[in-house]
C-alpha cells in the first residue's frame, strides 16, 4: 500500500531522504533551500505562505514528494492568477487558500514532482503525486491547485482537467565558449558594439568587480547584502520576502551554491548581484545597489553572470523573470510552463476559454522575439 501524507514543515522529512528524489542539483526544490526558508520566517500564515508538503510512502519509507503550500494570496509565485481570484470571489466564493506546488518565491525551472532518478515507476509516481494534491483539494473544499515553472518531465502527469499557460523567460547558453570575447564574437555586430560599451562604461566608475562565493564572505558583511536587497523592493514600494536571517541561512548552510557579483568602492560594497548554481545552470536572483550609476546593473545581473558561467563551464544562465532588454545582451527566449486545476467544473470551462486567448497572444509573443535574435547568422 502507498500512503499520502501532508507535513505542515519540511524538517518534518529527512533530508537525506527528500533530496534523495530529485533528479538533479537544483537547488530550489533542495531541503536545504526549502528548510531554511520555513526556519528564517520567509514562509508564514501571515505572508500568505503555509507548508503543506505532500510524501507518498511505502511501508513508511518516502518514495516520492512535492513541495506544498497552502496560499492565502498570489504573492511570490510570478504565475499571475488575480483576475482568476476576484472573479471567483465577486460570485460568492473563495479563492484561498489554495494549494500551491511550487519553489516559493523563485520563477526557476525545475523538478516539482520528487520521484527520483531512476526510477522504474517514475511516470506512475507523478500521477499519484497529481491525484492525492486533488483528492485533498477536493476533500478540503480548496478551489485551486497550481503547478508552477515545472520542468518537462513533470508535466504529461498534469492531463485531464488540468489547464495549461506558459510564459517567456530569457536565458543564455553556452556554446563552449572560451571566453566572453568568444561569446561575443557570436552577436551581430550592433549588439557586440553596446555591450563592449556598455562594459567600458562600468570600468570607467572605477569599481573593483567580481564574483565572491556566499561561503567567503562574513556574517557583516551578507547583513549589508540584505540590508541592498531590501532597499531594491523599499524604492518600488514592494514588500521583501526574504529575511536578514535567510540571508545568513544562504551563508552557512548553502555554501558555494550561492554566488555573489560585488561592486566595490575602495572596501566599501555599492552593489550586488546575488547568484544560486547547480552543477549545469547559474541563477540569478537579487540585485541591490546605494549608487546610481549607469549600466552597472547590467554589469553585475548579466555580464558578470555570463563570465562566470563560461569560467565554470556552465551550460546555462537563467538570469529571473521577465525582461526583454535581455535580448539585447545575449538572451534568447524560451518558454516556461504552470499547470493549474480549478475544482468547480464551471469555473474551470470558463478560464479555460480565456486562457485559448492568452495562449495565442503569447505564442504570438515568443514568436515574434525569435525574429529578434542578436546572434549573427551562421
Not at 484561498?96 to 516539482?112: D, E, F, Q
Not at 557570436?186 to 562604461?201: G, S, T, V
Amino acid at each position: 500500500m502507498i500512503e499520502a501524507r501532508f507535513h505542515d514543515s519540511i524538517e518534518d522529512i529527512a533530508s537525506a531522504d527528500w533530496d534523495a528524489l530529485r533528479p538533479d542539483d537544483n537547488p530550489f526544490v533542495s531541503h536545504a533551500f526549502l528548510a531554511g526558508l520555513e526556519r528564517t520566517g520567509c514562509i508564514r500564515p501571515e505572508w500568505g505562505w503555509q507548508a503543506h508538503h505532500l510524501g507518498l510512502y511505502r511501508n513508511d519509507t518516502l518514495i516520492a514528494a512535492a513541495p506544498l503550500y497552502l496560499k492565502g494570496n498570489s504573492h511570490g509565485e510570478f504565475v499571475f492568477d488575480w483576475s482568476w481570484a476576484s472573479a471567483w470571489e465577486r460570485a460568492g466564493g473563495e479563492y484561498y487558500p489554495k494549494l500551491l506546488n511550487a519553489a516559493p518565491y523563485s520563477p526557476v525551472v525545475g523538478p516539482r514532482l520528487l520521484v527520483g532518478p531512476n526510477d522504474a515507476d517514475a511516470d506512475a509516481r507523478r500521477k499519484m503525486l497529481v491525484q492525492a494534491m486533488q483528492q485533498y483539494a477536493k476533500r478540503q473544499q480548496l478551489s485551486s491547485i497550481h503547478a508552477n515553472f515545472l520542468d518537462d518531465a513533470d508535466l504529461p502527469a498534469f492531463e485531464g482537467d488540468w489547464m495549461a499557460r506558459s510564459d517567456v523567460q530569457f536565458h543564455w547558453h553556452n556554446q563552449g565558449y572560451r571566453d566572453f570575447d568568444a561569446f561575443l564574437g557570436a552577436l551581430n555586430h550592433k549588439k557586440r558594439k553596446n555591450i563592449r560599451h556598455e562594459r567600458n562604461r562600468v570600468a570607467s566608475h572605477g569599481l573593483h568587480i567580481g564574483m565572491y562565493s556566499g561561503a567567503s564572505l562574513d556574517a557583516r558583511t551578507w547583513r549589508y547584502i540584505h540590508s541592498l536587497y531590501a532597499s531594491t523592493f523599499d524604492a518600488k514600494g514592494n514588500h521583501a520576502a526574504l529575511t536578514d536571517a535567510f540571508f545568513q541561512y544562504l551563508r552557512t548552510d548553502l555554501g558555494d551554491a550561492v554566488q555573489l557579483a560585488l561592486a566595490k568602492d575602495g572596501n566599501d560594497i555599492v552593489a550586488m548581484a546575488l547568484f544560486l548554481r547547480s552543477a549545469s545552470t547559474l541563477y540569478g536572483r537579487y540585485w541591490g545597489a546605494s549608487v546610481d550609476l549607469p549600466d552597472l546593473h547590467f554589469e553585475l545581473c548579466y555580464y558578470q553572470g555570463i563570465d562566470y558561467a563560461i569560467a565554470q563551464g556552465l551550460a546555462r544562465f537563467e538570469p529571473g523573470a521577465q525582461g526583454e532588454h535581455k535580448l539585447a545582451r545575449g538572451f534568447l527566449p524560451v518558454r516556461t510552463h504552470s499547470r493549474h486545476y480549478l475544482v468547480h467544473e464551471g469555473f474551470r470551462s470558463a478560464v479555460r476559454r480565456a486562457l485559448e486567448h492568452e495562449r495565442e497572444g503569447m505564442d504570438a509573443y515568443a514568436e515574434e522575439l525569435l525574429d529578434h535574435s542578436p546572434y549573427a547568422e551562421r
